[in-house]
């Protein structure tokens, strides 16, 4: 299943333990090296910061994520492993789109997330108001990004993903 990043945002934390909300996630917690989200910040019914792992999820649901129990939230600063991600805070959500060849075609608006191996998918990319006047937004699958940086995200080139036979639908997607 595939999940939105805007819809991530103050999704509840249900504990399976005592079926009482335990926390809301605000933000994911995303690796550049892969694009994997390495877990979620949240709030705790204390309004603390806490971590919430991948490996603790038990379930995504449409009511919020399911984990055993309160113990399922981390302290930030008890995750040495993850310490170099947490510095580094990296969010997709307006990082420039650019192809190979240098042409700029947006910025980020949205991404998606597959539940069961928490990597991102696909971008959704705004496009300039000249250069789309439909308001429509392009996505990008993981497989056409070619590059992460600090300020930008490279892809490969657009024209090339059409292919012969390839379905109106599809096309029209890329432009």
Known sequence: MLILKSSLSNKRILSIQDGH??????????????????GFYCIDNSRTIKVLLNQDIREVSL???????????????????????????????RKTVETIDKQKVG?????AIDSTNMYVSKLYVSQSILKNFKGTTLSVDRSQILEITDHKIIIENLEK?????????AIQQLY
């Open 63 to 93: 009511q919020g994520f399911i984990v055993n129990d309160f113990n399922s939230l981390t302290d930030p600063t008890e995750l040495i492993r993850l310490k170099k991600i947490l510095d580094i805070n990296y969010d997709l959500i």
């Open 161 to 169: 993903k059409i292919k012969v036979g390839t379905p109106a639908v």
């Open 21 to 38: 909300p335990i926390g809301t996630v605000k933000d994911t917690i995303c690796n550049p090296n892969n694009l994997k989200i390495e």
């Open 107 to 111: 910025k980020v608006e949205n991404f």
